[in-house]
C-alpha cells in the first residue's frame, strides 16, 4: 500500500513538474491580438561579445535573467545582449492565422533572430539599421519577424542584440491581420503631424519671402530639423527617403537634433528681441547654446554616434529649459507675445524629458513615451505659429498706430507750413522777378566771358587754357573706356618770314584764313580745335584711328597749300607741317608725353623739308 502511495505521488510530481514548465513558455492561444512578452523573456549580457548561438543554448536557465518589467531597457552600453524566449504553439487555428514578432524600436544597429526547435535553428533572420532597408523581410519602419510554429510544437526564440544607440527591446507578439490595422492607425497619426509640420513650414516659409524678416526663416528651419528628428526616430526617413544609406540614417539623428537646438536659439533671440548690446550675459549665453549644438552637428560627421548622443540630448534639454525660463521673463515684463513661446517651448521640453528619460531607463516604453515628443512637438509648432502670427499683427497695429501719429504730425506740420508759404510767397515773387532780371543779364556777361576766356580773339578757335583741360577731359574717357585717340599739332612754314616781309597784319590775316580752312576740314562735334600758341595749332580727334589722322592731317596740309594768299596782288605761297600721334592711353598721367612724341613728329616733319605729315611712330622718334 504505501510502496502504492509513492508511486502516485511520484506521478503527481512529475505532472506538477510538466505544467510548471509548460506555464514557463508562451503560449500562443493567449495571443488574442498582440502581446507584450516583456514579462516572458530572459536575457544574458555578453559583455565582451564573446558568446555564439551554441554558446548561448547551453547556457542553463538559472544562469538567464528573468526580465521582471513589460519594457527591456538597458540605456546606452557597449555590450551585446541575447534575449530567450519559449514558444508553444497549443492554439490549432494559428496555422491559418500566422504570427508577426515586433521589436519595436527602428535604430538598432544589428539583431539576430533565431528559431530553434528540437536543438535545431530552424530559421534565422538578421535585421538593423545597419542593413539596407530593402533586405528586411516585412518592408515596414519596424523590425518584424514572421514565426512559423505549427500546432502543439514548442520552440525557443534566441535574439542576439547590438547597437550604439539605445539598448530598447519592445517586443511583441501580434496577429498578422490585427497588426496591419493597428500599423495603418499609426501611418495616420503620422501623416497628420508631418501634415502640420508642412503647412506650418509653407506658411512661415512664404511670410518670410514676403517681408525678409529672418525669425520666420530661423523658425521654418527650426521645425523642419525638429520634424527630420522625429522621422529618424521613428525609422519613417530610412524607409523612404535614405534606404540605403546606412551610416547617414544614425548620424543624422544627430545632425537633426542638434539643428533643431541650433536654429531654436536663432530663432529665440529674434522672437525675444534679446539686444546683443544691452542684454550682453544673455545673448552670450543663448549664443553659447547655439555654439554648442553647431560645435555637435559638425562632430557628428567625424565622430561616432555614441560618442555625441548623450552630450546632444543633454545640450537640447538644458536649451529647452533656458528658452522656457526667458520666455517666462519676458512674460513677466508685459512682451504679449511670449506667453505663447513659454508655453510652447514648454510642451516641447515636457516631451523632451520624457523622451530623454525613456533612453536612459527611468521611464517605461509605452504609448505616451514614445509619442510625447511628437505630441509636444506638434503643440508648440502651432502655438510658435500663433506666436509669430501675433507678434506680425502687433508690429502691424505698433507702424499704423505710429503711421497715423505721422499723418497727424504732418497735417500740422503743413497747416503751419501753409501759413508760413502764404506769408513769403508774395515777398518771393518780387524778390524772384528781380533775381531773374538780374540773373538773365548775368548770365549774358557769363556767355561772353566764357567766350571771352575760351577763345582765340585772332583766329576765333579755341585758345590754349581751353584746349588744355579739354585735353585732360578726353584723355581720362579715352583711358577709361581704352578707345584710341588721335592729336595733330600743325605749325606754318616760315611764317616769321610772312610776318616780317608783309608784316603783322599780313600774318594775322594768313592766321585767319587757315583757321577757316582747319574748321571746314574738322566737323566732328567731338573733335577740339585750338590755336595753341603763335602759329601753331593743335587738333583733338577722340576715337580715331591712326589711318583716319593721318587723313585728316593730310587734307589740312593739302587744303592750305592750296589756298589762295594775296598781298597786294601778289600770290604768297603757305604750307604747313604736321605732327600726329595716335594711340589708347594706357594710364592716366601720359598726356605730357603723348604731346611730346607729338610735337617731336611735327619737329621731324619741318627737318623733313618741310610741307609734309610726319606720324610719332617709334622708328620716327628714333630718327629725331
Same mark, same amino acid.
Given at each position: 500500500?504505501?510502496?502504492?502511495?509513492?508511486?502516485?505521488?511520484a506521478?503527481?510530481?512529475?505532472?506538477?513538474?510538466g =505544467?510548471?514548465?509548460?506555464?514557463?513558455?508562451?503560449?500562443?492561444?493567449?495571443?488574442?491580438? $498582440?502581446? +507584450?512578452?516583456? %514579462?516572458? *523573456?530572459?536575457?544574458?549580457?555578453?559583455?565582451?561579445?564573446a558568446?555564439a548561438l551554441?554558446?548561448?543554448?547551453?547556457?542553463?536557465?538559472?544562469?538567464?535573467?528573468r526580465?521582471q518589467?513589460?519594457?527591456?531597457?538597458?540605456?546606452?552600453?557597449?555590450?551585446?545582449?541575447?534575449?530567450?524566449?519559449?514558444l508553444?504553439?497549443?492554439?490549432?487555428?494559428?496555422?491559418?492565422?500566422?504570427?508577426?514578432?515586433?521589436?519595436?524600436?527602428?535604430?538598432?544597429?544589428?539583431?539576430?533572430v533565431?528559431l530553434?526547435?528540437?536543438?535545431?535553428?530552424?530559421?534565422?533572420?538578421?535585421?538593423?539599421?545597419?542593413?539596407?532597408?530593402?533586405?528586411?523581410?516585412?518592408?515596414?519602419?519596424?523590425?518584424?519577424?514572421?514565426?512559423?510554429?505549427?500546432?502543439?510544437?514548442?520552440a525557443?526564440?534566441?535574439?542576439?542584440?547590438?547597437?550604439?544607440? =539605445?539598448?530598447q527591446?519592445p517586443?511583441?507578439?501580434?496577429?498578422?491581420?490585427?497588426?496591419? $490595422?493597428i +500599423?495603418?492607425? %499609426?501611418? *495616420?497619426?503620422?501623416?497628420?503631424?508631418?501634415?502640420?509640420?508642412?503647412?506650418?513650414?509653407?506658411?512661415?516659409?512664404?511670410?518670410?519671402?514676403?517681408?525678409?524678416?529672418?525669425?520666420?526663416?530661423h523658425?521654418?528651419?527650426?521645425i523642419?530639423?525638429?520634424?527630420?528628428?522625429?522621422?529618424?526616430i521613428?525609422?519613417?526617413?530610412?524607409?523612404?527617403?535614405?534606404?540605403n544609406?546606412?551610416?547617414?540614417?544614425?548620424?543624422?539623428i544627430?545632425v537633426?537634433?542638434?539643428?533643431?537646438v541650433l536654429?531654436?536659439?536663432?530663432?529665440?533671440?529674434?522672437?525675444?528681441t534679446?539686444?546683443?548690446?544691452?542684454?550682453?550675459?544673455?545673448?552670450?549665453y543663448?549664443?553659447?547654446?547655439?555654439?554648442?549644438?553647431?560645435?555637435?552637428?559638425?562632430?557628428?560627421?567625424?565622430m561616432?554616434?555614441?560618442?555625441?548622443?548623450?552630450?546632444?540630448?543633454a545640450?537640447?534639454?538644458?536649451?529647452?529649459?533656458?528658452?522656457?525660463?526667458?520666455?517666462?521673463?519676458?512674460?513677466? %515684463?508685459?512682451?504679449?507675445?511670449?506667453?505663447?513661446?513659454?508655453?510652447?517651448?514648454?510642451?516641447?521640453?515636457?516631451?523632451?524629458?520624457?523622451?530623454?528619460?525613456?533612453?536612459?531607463s527611468?521611464?517605461?516604453?509605452?504609448?505616451?513615451t514614445?509619442?510625447?515628443?511628437?505630441?509636444?512637438?506638434?503643440?508648440?509648432?502651432?502655438?510658435?505659429s500663433?506666436?509669430?502670427?501675433?507678434?506680425?499683427?502687433?508690429?502691424?497695429r505698433?507702424?499704423?498706430?505710429?503711421?497715423?501719429?505721422?499723418?497727424?504730425?504732418?497735417?500740422?506740420?503743413?497747416?503751419?507750413?501753409?501759413?508760413?508759404?502764404?506769408?513769403?510767397?508774395?515777398?518771393?515773387?518780387?524778390?524772384?522777378?528781380?533775381?531773374a532780371?538780374?540773373?538773365?543779364?548775368?548770365?549774358?556777361?557769363?556767355?561772353?566771358?566764357l567766350?571771352?576766356?575760351?577763345?582765340?580773339?585772332?583766329?576765333?578757335?579755341?585758345?590754349r587754357?581751353?584746349?588744355?583741360?579739354t585735353?585732360?577731359?578726353?584723355?581720362?574717357?579715352?583711358? %577709361?573706356y581704352?578707345?584710341?585717340?588721335?592729336?595733330?599739332?600743325?605749325?606754318i612754314?616760315?611764317f616769321k618770314?610772312?610776318?616780317?616781309?608783309?608784316?603783322?597784319?599780313?600774318?594775322?590775316?594768313?592766321?585767319?584764313?587757315?583757321?577757316?580752312?582747319?574748321?571746314?576740314?574738322?566737323?566732328?562735334?567731338?573733335?577740339?580745335?585750338?590755336?595753341?600758341?603763335?602759329?601753331?595749332?593743335?587738333?583733338?580727334?577722340?576715337?580715331t584711328?591712326?589711318?583716319?589722322?593721318?587723313?585728316?592731317?593730310?587734307?589740312?596740309?593739302?587744303?592750305?597749300?592750296s589756298?589762295?594768299?594775296?598781298v597786294?596782288?601778289?600770290?604768297?605761297?603757305?604750307?604747313?607741317?604736321?605732327?600726329?600721334?595716335?594711340?589708347?592711353?594706357?594710364?592716366?598721367?601720359?598726356?605730357e608725353?603723348?604731346?611730346?612724341?607729338a610735337?617731336?613728329?611735327?619737329?621731324?616733319?619741318?627737318?623733313r623739308?618741310?610741307?609734309?605729315?610726319?606720324?610719332?611712330?617709334?622708328?620716327?622718334?628714333?630718327?629725331?
Open positions: 500500500m504505501v510502496r502504492w502511495i509513492w508511486i502516485w505521488l506521478g503527481v510530481m512529475v505532472a506538477v513538474s =505544467s510548471l514548465m509548460a506555464m514557463e513558455r508562451t503560449t500562443v492561444s493567449s495571443v488574442v491580438n $498582440q502581446t +507584450d512578452l516583456g %514579462r516572458w *523573456i530572459l536575457y544574458l549580457e555578453d559583455a565582451h561579445h558568446y551554441e554558446d548561448v543554448k547551453n547556457i542553463p536557465d538559472r544562469a538567464w535573467v526580465n518589467g513589460q519594457l527591456l531597457n538597458f540605456g546606452y552600453t557597449d555590450a551585446a545582449y541575447w534575449f530567450k524566449l519559449p508553444y504553439n497549443d492554439d490549432t487555428r494559428r496555422d491559418l492565422n500566422p504570427l508577426l514578432l515586433e521589436i519595436g524600436y527602428g535604430v538598432l544597429d544589428r539583431v539576430e533565431y530553434v526547435r528540437d536543438a535545431k535553428v530552424v530559421e534565422t533572420t538578421v535585421l538593423g539599421d545597419k542593413i539596407p532597408f530593402a533586405e528586411r523581410l516585412i518592408q515596414n519602419r519596424h523590425f518584424l519577424v514572421p514565426l512559423n510554429l505549427p500546432s502543439g510544437a514548442d525557443d526564440l534566441y535574439l542576439r542584440v547590438v547597437t550604439t544607440s =539605445s539598448m527591446f517586443l511583441l507578439l501580434w496577429d498578422e491581420h490585427h497588426f496591419y $490595422q +500599423d495603418q492607425a %499609426r501611418m *495616420i497619426s503620422h501623416g497628420v503631424y508631418f501634415g502640420i509640420v508642412l503647412v506650418m513650414i509653407i506658411y512661415n516659409l512664404f511670410v518670410f519671402m514676403a517681408i525678409g524678416e529672418r525669425t520666420y526663416l523658425y521654418v528651419l527650426c523642419f530639423s525638429m520634424a527630420m528628428f522625429l522621422a529618424a521613428n525609422g519613417l526617413t530610412f524607409q523612404y527617403l535614405w534606404p544609406a546606412t551610416w547617414w540614417n544614425d548620424q543624422s544627430l537633426f537634433l542638434n539643428a533643431t536654429f531654436g536659439c536663432l530663432f529665440s533671440l529674434k522672437f525675444l534679446i539686444d546683443r548690446h544691452s542684454e550682453k550675459l544673455l545673448y552670450r543663448v549664443a553659447g547654446l547655439g555654439g554648442t549644438a553647431l560645435v555637435l552637428l559638425l562632430a557628428s560627421f567625424f561616432s554616434y555614441r560618442m555625441i548622443i548623450s552630450f546632444s540630448i545640450s537640447g534639454a538644458l536649451a529647452a529649459v533656458s528658452l522656457i525660463v526667458m520666455g517666462g521673463w519676458r512674460w513677466f %515684463r508685459g512682451q504679449a507675445s511670449a506667453r505663447y513661446f513659454t508655453v510652447a517651448w514648454f510642451l516641447m521640453l515636457a516631451g523632451s524629458i520624457v523622451l530623454a528619460l525613456n533612453k536612459y527611468m521611464l517605461p516604453q509605452n504609448l505616451l514614445e509619442n510625447a515628443i511628437q505630441i509636444g512637438s506638434a503643440l508648440e509648432i502651432i502655438l510658435l500663433i506666436a509669430l502670427a501675433d507678434r506680425l499683427n502687433h508690429e502691424k505698433k507702424a499704423f498706430e505710429a503711421q497715423q501719429k505721422a499723418l497727424e504730425l504732418e497735417r500740422e506740420a503743413r497747416a503751419v507750413q501753409a501759413e508760413y508759404l502764404e506769408a513769403q510767397r508774395t515777398a518771393n515773387q518780387r524778390l524772384e522777378e528781380r533775381v532780371e538780374r540773373t538773365r543779364e548775368l548770365e549774358k556777361v557769363n556767355e561772353k566771358l567766350q571771352l576766356s575760351c577763345e582765340d580773339a585772332l583766329s576765333g578757335l579755341k585758345n587754357g581751353y584746349f588744355d583741360q585735353f585732360k577731359q578726353v584723355w581720362l574717357s579715352a583711358y %577709361r581704352k578707345q584710341p585717340l588721335a592729336l595733330l599739332v600743325a605749325d612754314d616760315h618770314r610772312i610776318n616780317d616781309q608783309y608784316g603783322h597784319l599780313m600774318g594775322d590775316e594768313c592766321l585767319r584764313l587757315i583757321a577757316q580752312s582747319l574748321r571746314k576740314l574738322v566737323v566732328r562735334p567731338q573733335d577740339v580745335i585750338a590755336r595753341y600758341g603763335g602759329e601753331e595749332f593743335v587738333m583733338l580727334l577722340p576715337d584711328s591712326e589711318e583716319g589722322a593721318m587723313s585728316v592731317a593730310e587734307r589740312i596740309r593739302a587744303r592750305v597749300e589756298l589762295a594768299f594775296h597786294a596782288d601778289q600770290a604768297v605761297p603757305v604750307t604747313i607741317s604736321i605732327g600726329v600721334n595716335v594711340g589708347v592711353p594706357q594710364s592716366a598721367q601720359g598726356r608725353p603723348f604731346f611730346k612724341q610735337d617731336d613728329a611735327l619737329y621731324l616733319a619741318k627737318a623739308g618741310r610741307n609734309q605729315v610726319c606720324l610719332a611712330t617709334p622708328q620716327n622718334l628714333h630718327a629725331i
